[in-house]
C-alpha cells in the first residue's frame, strides 16, 4: 500500500542494491579487492549515495527500484538536507538501522524525524 511504512524485505534489498553500486565504485576507483583503501571506498561511496540521493530524489537507486522512499514522519514530505545529514551519520554507526521501534522506524529514522515508505 503506498504511503505504509516499507517493510524489512525491501529495506534490505535497497541495502543490497546500493551496496553493489557502492562495491562498484570502489573497484573502479581502486581495483578490485584486496586493495588497501578498497574498504573505505565501499563504506564512503555507500553513505554518499545516501546522502546526496536521499537529499535530492527523497531515495537511492535501491530505494527507486524497489519503490520506497525516505519523507518527514510528520507530514510525508522530502526531508531538509540537515536531518538526511543526521539520519546519514547515524546510519554510519550501522547499529541505529537495525534497532526498530513498534511503528517500523529505525533509530536513525527516529533521530532525523523521517520513516521508509512505499510509493507508487
Known amino acids: 500500500m503506498t504511503g505504509a511504512v516499507a517493510g524489512i524485505g525491501a529495506r534490505l534489498g535497497a541495502f543490497v542494491i546500493d551496496s553493489l553500486i557502492a562495491v562498484g565504485i570502489a573497484i573502479v576507483s581502486t581495483g578490485p579487492p ?3 583503501r578498497y574498504n573505505l571506498v565501499v563504506y564512503l561511496s555507500f553513505l554518499a ?3 546526496v540521493f536521499v537529499s535530492v530524489a527523497g531515495q537511492t537507486p535501491g530505494m527507486r ?3 520506497i522512499a525516505v519523507v518527514r514522519f510528520a507530514d510525508g514530505g522530502r ?4 536531518w538526511v ?3 546519514t551519520l547515524l546510519l554510519a554507526v ?3 538501522a537495525l534497532v526498530v521501534d513498534t511503528t517500523g522506524r529505525a533509530m536513525h529514522d527516529r ?3 523521517t520513516m521508509l515508505v ?3
Open 85 to 87: 545529514l543526521v539520519r
Open 79 to 82: 526531508p531538509r538536507p540537515v
Open 111 to 113: 533521530a532525523a524525524n
Open 34 to 36: 584486496p586493495s588497501s
Open 65 to 67: 527500484v524497489l519503490r
Open 49 to 51: 549515495i545516501e546522502f
Open 118 to 120: 512505499r510509493t507508487p
Open 94 to 96: 550501522v547499529l541505529p
